[in-house]
């Protein structure tokens, strides 16, 4: 029996799937928004943290990553698709310093691989060139992080 949120849709789907996947007794997803206090400590009681990245999600990530606490993510391909919905990357923060990008390529063919250089971090439409700037992220290269699919 599933309890918690959308409890009705979790055991519908657990039917509809010939029972494929996971059955967990007394199953409880709980939204941040939820709780009656919204401070970091007040998750060290949950078992898994679920987050779909955004911008005001980055300080959950950190906060989670620190306490220990394990994070669940969409899977990395998915992951451009998030991290390119918020307000950091529109263009009213394409703010660059003269010649900042040839120093940047210049300087930074000593440490390895600069592909994303090749591309414009503001331009939403260009998927290889989101792909190759969201790979860069904590969401995508801090260790212990579980991207489901």
Known sequence: Q?????SDALAAAYTAGGGLGIPVQDLKFVASEELRDGASEAFV????????PYDVSQMRLYEFYALGIPILLPPREQMPSYLYRGLTTIDDFNHTLPDSLELARATSNIGGPTHHLDFDPFERRDWPGV????RLTHWM?????????
């Open 2 to 6: 599933f309890k918690g949120m959308n």
């Open 131 to 134: 792909w190759a700037w969201s």
């Open 141 to 149: 290269m801090l260790p212990h992080l579980v991207h489901c699919s």
């Open 45 to 52: 009681g949950f078992e898994a943290s679920i987050i779909f």
